[in-house]
């Protein structure tokens, strides 16, 4: 019978002791939050052998506490967490260090035992020294497609002048989690250079994982920590660290070849394009010279011109690949080899061209486009278009090989006008110098006719000043249309912006920095280094009203990070 009693009572206990939610009443909805920390944050002389608590306000479940705790600087031997009830413990397998300021991040992955999860990432700072570290970094991480953003931010200490790359992809030595708005802060860092990045953790490993997991990462490569406080953006960079490859290759002729890159060729380092070579896989005196490499305009498309004609055999392209950051030696590289089939035929046959005309109604500032099924170029880099009343307008496009002919007008046009282009096929020329040339029932159609937005529907000029901001010879502003989707820029004027003709409707303002001089934003790349240019969107919404010269219009870029606030989904 005595027996039985102690049963039911060690039965009774073990049922208490299992954390499960209570049952009955109003659903628990509210996060978990910290009442106290032993230490106190901030605490200095902090003996290296004794263990860390948090103490929070409801009961949390154990395994997501396991998954949401990060000591930094990271220790050798790592750390053990330990839950019970409302009480979080971290103890150190070994010791801390001496003299050492530590950082523990709990990130938002930690719940109560109803799932609810801890609404801010709480940061707790303590040191087994006499004080703490001084160095301070601040900063915002912005996306421009309007993201709903709360990714962790990395920071990488820099051991030498070339840090390599796969550096980007280990265990930071600090980390930290940004806001709901995408801000963050490093208090109490160690002093000197570090590399800064930010990535959505989407396996919660605190690690970026290449070509998986959206980067971010500011315009400096390495920033220095001291005293002094900085504030870094970081933007959308791309982390995948693939080599650059050559996809294709293939004869157009039995002087030419034309190939694509896995990537945008112009991240393929060009200075180790004088290491290509081509070699017959079947007799080794058939090699090939080749005379030029060209890369295509507006493609990642390339040209191999040779100096002695292919033969009907197969050959070898042997390349190096490039992902790394600087031009390395002969015994560093890596070659990759391309097999293809040599073409002894000699190209005789007239390239394919479409015209591709603004669709109407067209801005008064469109590009004019010429596609060619192969590579091609125009002869006359200058010539005309004309309206209605006969007024002509000079274009000019670029005198280069490439997949499509670009033609851009040298004014303005008018507005509710109707434009012609009709230039002669046989100035279109490919490779090997064969003219473009098309049967008579198809020329009237291949002539460009387009019209321009009606006057009516027309805002005159949009002009304004961004508040704080001076001149910057590298900066560009945008108009982007929500009904039409176009986006105008306008060269930075003493920190402000004049849009001329422009679609009417309602739209938004953002700037970039133009730090290549291509007049197009772009995104940075962390391996090989390209900096992300600088885009800041503002969400405030602007009338480009109908036949109005609209000034004065003040957009506010005092404090970018503090005023970077993103969207809900679906506004």
């Known amino acids: 019978m005595i027996s039985r009693v102690v049963l039911g009572i060690a039965l009774f206990i073990v049922h208490c002791a299992h954390q499960v939610p209570p049952s009955g009443g109003e659903p628990d909805t509210t996060p978990p939050s910290i009442k106290t920390t032993s230490p106190a944050s901030g605490s200095v002389s902090h003996a290296p052998t004794k263990a860390i608590t948090l103490t929070f306000n409801e009961w949390i479940e154990p395994k997501s506490a396991e998954k949401s705790i990060t000591l930094f600087p990271p220790l050798d031997d790592g750390i053990t967490v330990k839950v019970r009830g409302k009480n979080l413990q971290i103890v150190p397998e070994n010791t801390f260090a001496e ?31 006499a004080s703490l570290d001084s160095g301070r970094i601040t900063g915002c991480v912005i996306d421009p497609r309007k993201k709903i953003l709360q990714p962790k931010v990395a920071l990488i200490r820099w051991n030498s002048d070339t840090i390599a790359d796969s550096m980007l992809f280990e265990k930071p030595s600090y980390l930290t989690q940004t806001d709901s708005t995408g801000n963050f802060v490093f208090d109490h860092i160690s002093e000197g250079p570090y590399v800064l990045l930010a990535y959505l953790d989407q396996n919660n490993d605190n690690r970026l994982q290449p070509g998986k997991e959206q980067a971010y990462a500011s315009s400096e490569r390495k920033i220095k920590i001291g005293t002094r ?29 034309i190939g694509t890159f896995s990537d945008s060729s112009a991240l393929y380092n060009k200075k180790l394009f004088s290491k290509w070579t081509i070699s017959a896989y079947d007799k080794s005196d058939m090699g090939l010279t080749i005379d030029t490499i060209l890369l295509l305009h507006h493609s990642n498309r390339f040209v191999l011109q040779l100096e002695n004609p292919m033969e009907q055999t197969g050959y070898d392209l042997i390349y190096p690949q490039t992902q790394l950051l600087h031009t390395p030696d002969n015994d560093s590289l890596r070659f990759d080899t391309l097999r293809f089939n040599g073409f002894a035929a000699e190209d005789t046959m007239a390239p394919k061209v479409t015209f591709f005309a603004p669709r109407s109604p067209a801005d008064l500032n469109p590009r004019i486009v010429i596609a060619g099924s192969e590579p091609i170029r125009c002869d ?64 009237e159609n291949l002539k460009g006719t387009f019209s321009t937005i009606d006057c009516d529907n027309l805002c005159i000029s949009l002009s304004g000043q961004g508040k704080c901001l001076h001149h910057n010879p590298d900066r560009w502003w945008v108009f982007t249309s929500f009904s039409s989707k176009k986006s105008y820029y306008a060269k930075d004027e003493n920190g402000g912006f004049a849009f001329d003709s422009l679609l009417a409707g309602d739209g938004s303002f953002a700037f970039f920095e133009d730090l290549n001089s291509d007049s197009l934003p772009n995104r940075g790349r962390l391996t090989p280094w390209s900096a992300p240019e600088p885009y800041i969107p503002f969400y405030d919404t602007v009338e480009a009203r109908a036949r109005w010269d609209i000034e004065g219009i003040e957009v506010p870029a005092c404090d970018l990070c503090k005023r970077f606030e993103v969207p809900t989904q679906g506004e």
């Open 99 to 129: 003299s050492t300021t530590y950082h523990i991040e709990l990130n938002n992955t930690l719940k109560d035992l109803h799932g609810n999860s801890l609404g801010t990432p709480f940061h707790f700072v303590f040191s087994t020294g």
């Open 380 to 443: 006359s880099v200058e010539w005309f278009i004309t309206d209605t009343t006969g007024d002509t307008i000079l274009v000019r496009c670029d005198s280069g090989y490439g997949d499509t002919v670009v033609f851009i007008p040298q004014r303005s046009l008018g507005c509710s006008r109707d434009y012609s282009f009709s230039i002669p096929w046989e100035f279109f020329v490919d490779l090997v110098g064969n003219k473009a040339s098309f049967p008579h029932d198809t020329l």
């Open 229 to 257: 406080p900085l504030l870094v953006m970081l933007f959308p960079a791309v982390s995948d660290t693939a080599a650059i490859r050559v996809k294709s290759l293939s004869p157009i002729s039995e002087m030419y070849l």
